[in-house]
Nanobody
Framework: QVQLIESGGGLVQAGGSLRLSCAGS????????MGWFRQAPGKEREFVAGISSRGSVTKYTDSLKGRFTISRDNAKNTVYLQMNSLKPEDTAVYYC???????????????????WGQGTQVTVSS
């Protein structure tokens, strides 16, 4: 069974940090582009960050550049999202996803991703 399992979410005060992890199982994700998305209540799911299969290329939504960092460890079949200087508007369910198709391209549309985790809640209090 192919799975992506997120962890590391929780409640944090504004200005704090969290590190999300997404562990893959059932197949290797080392050749996939990996992405992080988030969805706040009443809003559409939005792209947060993506990383190429070898980790050499990253892409971020403009508003999050400088605060969030995506990375991966293919030996552990895991992708990470380091989130710093968190703000209440970062509150959302965070999902990781894998794109098998677009080798070398980091897509920001959720429709392009083939596998999804169940999500982890991040709540930032003011």
């Amino acid at each position: 069974q192919v799975q992506l399992i997120e962890s590391g979410g929780g409640l944090v005060q504004a200005g704090g940090s969290l590190r999300l992890s997404c562990a893959g199982s059932g197949r290797t994700f080392s050749t996939d582009v990996m992405g992080w998305f988030r969805q706040a209540p009443g809003k559409e799911r939005e792209f947060v960050a993506g990383i190429s299969s070898r980790g050499s290329v990253t892409k971020y939504t403009d508003s999050l550049k400088g605060r969030f960092t995506i990375s991966r460890d293919n030996a552990k079949n895991t992708v990470y999202l380091q989130m710093n200087s968190l703000k209440p508007e970062d509150t959302a369910v965070y999902y990781c996803a894998a794109d098998r198709k677009h080798v070398g391209l980091i897509m920001s549309s959720s429709r392009e991703y083939d596998y999804w985790g169940q999500g982890t809640q991040v709540t930032v209090s003011s």
